[in-house]
């Protein structure tokens, strides 16, 4: 089991920039693979960054590649999505998610098995 908190959201002007953080619970958070996913008001969730266990290998939705940049701390069981020239259709809630992973990076909600409860990013214009 693992439990995730994010932090970092908050309200910034466009072109501005936030770094969300994803703190994880236990001792194995090596052994996860990680994402960052986004829900913004009457849309579905939607995949936004994720990254392999160990780090090496990343993935970004177009609408961010660019902009936004996923890490992964295994020492200090944390997660990170850097975002820089914010625009106000990245305005959502956003959540990290883990898996216990083999090679690679996940992409697709269902593959996830843990949720965080998410964080608001409001980016205004």
């Known amino acids: 089991q693992v439990q995730l908190v994010e932090s970092g959201g908050g309200m910034v002007q466009a072109g501005g920039s936030l770094r969300l953080s994803c703190a994880a619970s236990?001792?194995?958070?090596?052994?996860?693979?990680m994402g960052w996913f986004r829900q913004a008001p009457g849309k579905e969730r939607e995949f936004v960054a994720a990254?392999?266990?160990?780090?090496?290998?990343?993935s970004y939705a177009v609408p961010v590649k660019g902009r936004f940049t996923i890490s992964k701390d295994n020492a200090k069981n944390t997660a990170y999505l850097q975002m820089n020239s914010l625009k106000p259709e990245d305005t959502a809630v956003y959540y990290c998610?883990?898996?216990?992973?083999?090679?690679?990076?996940?992409?697709?909600?269902?593959?996830?098995?843990?949720w965080g409860q998410g964080t608001q990013v409001t980016v205004s214009s």
């Open positions: 236990g001792r194995t958070f090596s052994s996860y693979a």
């Open positions: 990254i392999s266990r160990s780090g090496g290998s990343t």
């Open positions: 998610a883990a898996v216990v992973g083999s090679i690679g990076y996940y992409i697709q909600k269902s593959s996830y098995s843990y």
